[in-house]
């Protein structure tokens, strides 16, 4: 029996099978009713590329794990660290959830500078919007051959992916640290 590869985010194709989706390898700038941002589209590898755009962000970090859609019992929230993070801190982190943040839907993962307003927010969607040193960023992007596009679109209509596989990694990053833990705000489920 073959089993499929899990995955993160999907489309329905016109014979409404439900297949993963990919991007292109390309990002775009958006206007926000605050700063402009830019929303990236890799086609795989998400965290090595955050890895990237963190290195033009200046240290400590923050990470906020916005826990959306819960598989056990555990309740969905805002689950912020509790300490400023070193780079080395924040690449253990991402390395060690590495699989769970690219192939299962169930949360977005933010990761701030706390020395100044630099962001990074990779979404359920498989995209990274990046506010703060755009220029910086557009640089790593290019440094990269991703094409700059007028906008991103997600597929309509498109599919999130909550996969049992990967319940221990649920639990274990719940447990990585002391979190402060808060509800979803409205925002989050947008």
């Known amino acids: ?3 499929a590869k899990p995955y993160k985010f999907g489309h329905l194709n016109s014979s409404k099978e439900d297949l993963p989706f990919e991007y292109g390898d390309t990002w775009a700038v958006e206007k926000t009713s605050g700063p402009e941002r830019l929303i990236i589209a ?3 590898n998400q965290v090595d590329l955050i890895g990237e755009l963190t290195s033009r962000m200046p240290e400590p970090f923050d990470v906020l794990y916005v826990f959306l859609v819960p598989r056990t019992d555990t309740p969905p929230g805002r ?3 509790p300490d400023p993070l070193t780079r080395a801190d924040l690449t253990a982190f991402l390395s060690r959830f590495r699989d769970y943040f690219e192939t299962d839907g ?3 993962v933010w990761i701030r500078s706390a020395y100044d307003s630099s962001l990074l927010v990779f979404d359920q969607h498989n995209v990274i919007y990046a506010y703060g040193p755009l220029e910086a960023f557009e640089e790593t992007l290019r440094s990269r051959d991703f094409a700059k596009v007028p906008d991103i679109h997600f597929p309509a209509p498109h599919t999130h992916h909550y996969n049992r596989e990967f319940d221990d990694d649920q639990d274990a990053l719940l447990n990585y640290w002391s979190w402060k833990v808060s ?3 409205e925002q989050d489920q947008d």
């Open 183 to 185: 509800p979803l705000t």
């Open 1 to 3: 029996m073959y089993l």
């Open 106 to 108: 169930r949360h977005d």
């Open 42 to 44: 890799p086609r795989s």
């Open 79 to 81: 689950y912020q660290s």
